[in-house]
């Protein structure tokens, strides 16, 4: 992936780096092989300067070369891909509804579900080797009161849905 981005910049005139070249170039971050290690998934994120901001979207691309494809495509950032054990899903954070829960995807492609609903947003997503559970961090904040409460903050806790047994491959 490294060498993608560097041969693009052997299409660079032949002068100094300056800044309005750093907006052309898309980083490439992340990348995670799948279990099988045919796929390789990461991260691609491209500036855009007249919005004062970056976008992140996921992409895949084999193993044994060929073209990229994008399997996200969200207006905001989807990041930090991570496989299920049995390669057929893909883990990853995305603030595509303004907060920052973790979402599953079919790694062939299709809607992404969200899967936490945290208040506190929610990161680095670990699949457990069986793949029917994901461990994640996040932040937890006290709720502190006079006089104390005996209910936790419900915002704290998490919400975990399965993923649609309709849309998941054979």
């Keep these: 992936l490294v060498i993608l981005v560097l041969a693009g910049a052997v299409f660079l005139p032949a002068r100094p780096l300056e800044l309005e070249d750093m907006f052309r170039l898309h980083r490439v971050s992340d990348p995670q092989i799948s279990p099988d290690g045919s796929l390789v998934a990461f991260v691609v994120t491209e500036p855009l300067k007249a919005e004062n901001r970056t976008n992140s979207d996921i992409w895949l691309v084999s193993t044994s070369g060929g ?71 996040t932040a937890a904040f006290v709720l502190i009161a006079h006089p104390p409460t005996p209910t936790p903050d419900l915002l704290n806790r998490v919400q975990l849905a399965p993923p649609p047994r309709t849309s998941r491959p054979a």
């Design 67 to 137: 073209e990229a494809r994008r399997l996200t495509n969200s207006a905001r950032h989807d990041r930090h891909p991570r496989w299920s054990p049995d390669g057929q899903w893909i883990a990853f954070e995305s603030n595509r509804d303004g907060s920052h829960p973790i979402w599953v995807m079919p790694a062939a492609g299709g809607e992404a579900c969200k899967l936490t609903g945290l208040s506190t947003g929610a990161t680095t997503p670990v699949w457990s080797p069986d793949g029917r559970r994901l461990a994640l961090c």
